[in-house]
């Protein structure tokens, strides 16, 4: 058998993997691994290595493609058979090495040593649920079973991160790999975003599990005049793509979008496996030019070729988000980026593809302190979920989805904007105060520009939080810790007070921290530019240095 070297980041994968069980870190845990970074490949080599040691070890998934997939690279570093065990590919078998459908498996019971589930971020918190009663009853046989779940997306809509909160399955993160390093080093191609014609109007769309009613969002975007105008531009925008992918609300829309692509082809839950393999064997090999589809190949879809991506749909989550962008990441001969056209407001919602920041309940786990943001008008401290500020009334910032105006057009990865940075004149700190909450500082940055010879200004403002508890208190003592380094190299010849500067622990009160800057006139001198991101309707700091 012709040996398979793995890339070195995938190789640090499966030895991180190795190393959380032989330190005791996790027993159970993730390998977070972006879509085109050759998950099925550390998988292979992992369930090869397991078997080789003489385990027993299963692979459970959701989908037949995802099973022939793995199946086949597990065989390309083990001359051990690799069982099948799945109803639509009418295989029902079993060994030290099994893949299998859950659907086709979840009612059995047997020993294993170790369960791997790919695509994991679609086990439900529920033990009831088939990957939840198929693990439990395996840990029932072997309480030293080990599970490790692989994913793109290590996080849930309805119930936050894998990885957190009560009875999460997994222990921990083993191993993530960076979307943005993967691109640098050309393993990923970039996306690219333009501007269409239309989008989805979603005033009046109601949500249920945290996204969107799913006939209420159809109602709103199968409308003839949207999809007509983005048909349009689909193909004014694709000229020069050959292989289109297209995500529909549901089977009618995607028909609807169907009649008006020449070429085209549609999957769906109700399409047959064999005619599902034809299409997507024509689409690989450029006989058919596009793809719509409706809430299936959001993952297992492996097509390199695809160099456009139009989402006719609209999502809270961040986890489906970036499963649909990530259908375009991968490498092709030729293919240099992938072009995304966003009808449905999601790229405004959910930010660039590779710094992308799960919402509310897919970030956290329930338990501790909630995720906060700063009121840019009156500096109060509130809970991230909040549409206005509870203390002033000010809307926080959300771009408008209306029926008229265009989709995104601009930066979709992180790596394609640049934040700006400014010359610091002055740096003043000030008490701020509101009725009926804790006093903070509000620290404001007087700034220039140089904008080709014309000096333009800037203040920038942010508030740190002595007196408050939980995440405000830790980010003040951030703060404070870059503030004392920063002006002890400032005083570097008086080492005397540059010690005793550096030994202070943070103020526990305003009156504490101004008295420290003397009443905020300007003693952050070690502070001579910052850097701020300006991309968004509130500027927002990055750093200063």
Known sequence: METIKLRAYQQKAVDAAYNAWGSGKYKDFLIVAPTGSGKSMMLGKMVSDIAAA?????????????????????????SIPVAINSASLKRRESGQITVAGIQSIYKQSD???VIIVDECHL????????????IEKAKEINPRLKVVGYTATP??????????????LFDGVAFDIKVQGLIEKGY????????????????GVKKRGGDFIPKELAAAADRDDITAAAVSDIYKHGADRRS????????????????KIENSAIVTGDTSQDERKRIIDDFKNYRLRCIINCQVLNTGFDAPNIDMVALLTATE????????LGRGTRIKKGKKDCLVLDYGGNVMRHGFFDKVTPSVKEATDGTGEPPVKMCEKCGEICHS???????????????????????FDGAIMASDYKPEEFLINRITLSRHKKEGKRDSVKISYYCVKDGGGLLSTRVFNEWVCPEHEGYARKAFEKWWVDWSMSVSRVLIQDLSLCKQILKTPPPKSVKELLGYTDQGANLMHGKTKIIVDTSGKYPKIIKTI
């Open 155 to 168: 996080y849930r809509l309805d119930s936050g991160l894998l990885h957190k909160g009560k009875n999460a």
């Open 111 to 113: 020993f294993y040593d």
């Open 188 to 203: 990923l191609v970039p996306l690219r975003a333009k501007a269409g014609s239309k989008q989805i109007d979603l005033k």
């Open 317 to 324: 989550s961040t986890g489906l988000y970036v499963q649909m």
């Open 54 to 78: 003489g385990d027993k070890v299963i692979v459970l998934t959701h989908r037949a493609e995802l099973i022939e997939q793995d199946a086949k690279a597990i065989s390309a570093f083990t």
């Open 123 to 134: 086990i439900s918190r529920n033990k009831n649920s088939m990957y939840g009663s198929f």
């Open 244 to 259: 289109w992918l297209i995500f529909a609300t549901n089977v009618e829309h995607a028909h609807h979008i169907h009649h």
């Open 385 to 407: 979920a909040l549409k206005t500020c509870d203390t002033c009334g000010n809307v926080f910032p959300v771009e408008p989805i209306s029926h008229d105006t265009e989709a």
